[in-house]
């Protein structure tokens, strides 16, 4: 997080919780496993877990230029699932179940 000072108090710049956040890495996170396959950059296993998978789809995209990198001192499991339900949030159409 980003921290600064201002009028002698300590702030933090807080991330936006999206409502069906979880619902929405659990999209991401499939549809980044096929984008991955798709481009051919990686076959996942079965036995991969869930965050090496988010780590991974995450590199990828921004590496791809589709999202924007986080400081590298920011990134950690939970941001990743963040960035990635906020990038699969932008994709589906307006009134999207999710969106609501």
């Known amino acids: 997080m980003r921290i600064g000072i201002l009028r002698g108090f300590r702030h933090t710049r807080m991330v936006k919780k999206l409502r069906h956040e979880a619902e929405l890495f659990k999209a991401a996170l499939l549809a980044g496993v096929d984008y991955a396959e798709g481009r051919k950059a990686v ?15 995450y590199r990828l995209l921004v590496h791809d ?3 924007a990198p986080m400081p590298e001192d920011q990134v950690s499991e939970k941001t990743v699932r963040h960035r990635l339900a906020t990038w699969y949030a932008h994709q589906l159409p307006a009134g999207h179940p999710l969106l609501k």
């Open 43 to 57: 076959q996942f296993e079965p036995t991969d877990s869930a965050s090496a998978k988010a780590l991974y789809v």
């Open 65 to 67: 230029k589709v999202i």
